[in-house]
């Protein structure tokens, strides 16, 4: 198989969940549709509860001084939040979703932009968008993509039941950042250590928890601006791992 394979079937998978999600969501009352919103939410935080236990591992722990596995993670949220800020990254993401919105000529009421920007962090957050594609890069198979392009079928059915086609329109950047990887993956080889995917899974859970608030109305966090955080994690892991 050609490298890349693994993308292209997650972007199916993606873009049918959807298409099927807004097939039903039409048949449903906006009650039901808040509710499904809702039991997103809920399965947001419990994959977020999921993502976060790495941060308990042996192999983790023992890679960094006693006292950095948390300073690692809060460090990487606020460097990488405040690199966000500076770069307006969460503004740019509304923003890009907005002109998506008016090229497919949705209206302003709907929640074109909410799909676009939940489902894009959520189908590009964690550990499998990153290592599934570095894997496909190299030829390793695509296992890891297979799994992942389940579980975003049925994430991207249930998000478009209650938040349209934006969620769909969410596989061009996922499509971007995971064919990033795959060239890592095709040009480097194998990146990262253990303990540094486990940093980087560990702040991806904590910015689950934050769109798992904003799918429930809790919180407004800016997720999109945390971004930079993912990258930040598994380089300040090695620098403390290194010298501290």
Do not use: C
Not at 92 to 118: C, I, P
Not at 214 to 236: D, M, T, Y
């Amino acid at each position: 198989m050609f490298p890349g394979v693994g993308t292209f079937i997650n972007l199916v998978a993606v873009i049918g969940g959807a298409s099927l999600g807004i097939l039903i969501g039409q048949r449903l009352g906006s009650k039901t549709r808040t509710l499904l919103t809702d039991v997103l939410g809920l399965a947001t935080l419990l994959g977020a509860a999921s993502a976060l236990i790495p941060m308990w591992s042996e192999r983790y722990i023992q890679s960094l001084p006693q006292g950095w596995p948390l300073l690692v993670v809060l460090g990487s949220l606020l460097i990488g939040g405040l690199i966000g800020s500076a770069l307006k990254l969460e503004d740019r993401l509304d923003q890009l979703g907005e002109n998506l919105r008016k090229r497919f000529k949705a209206s302003k009421e709907s929640t074109f932009v909410e799909g676009f920007v939940s489902a894009s962090l959520l189908f590009a957050i964690g550990p499998l968008a990153i290592l599934g594609s570095i894997s496909d890069g190299m030829g390793n198979g695509i296992d890891q993509l297979l799994l992942k392009s389940s579980l975003d079928f049925f994430a991207s059915m249930a998000f478009a039941s209650s938040l349209g086609w934006g969620v769909a329109v969410a596989a061009l950047p996922v499509g971007i950042y995971q064919g990033f990887w795959t060239v890592i993956g095709l040009a480097l080889g194998e990146i990262l250590s253990g303990y540094q995917i486990d940093a980087m899974t560990i702040v991806g859970g904590v910015m689950l928890i934050g769109i798992g608030l904003r799918l429930l109305n809790i919180k407004h966090v800016a997720v999109g601006n945390l971004l930079p955080a993912l990258a930040i994690a598994p380089a300040l892991a090695a620098l403390v791992h290194v010298f501290a």
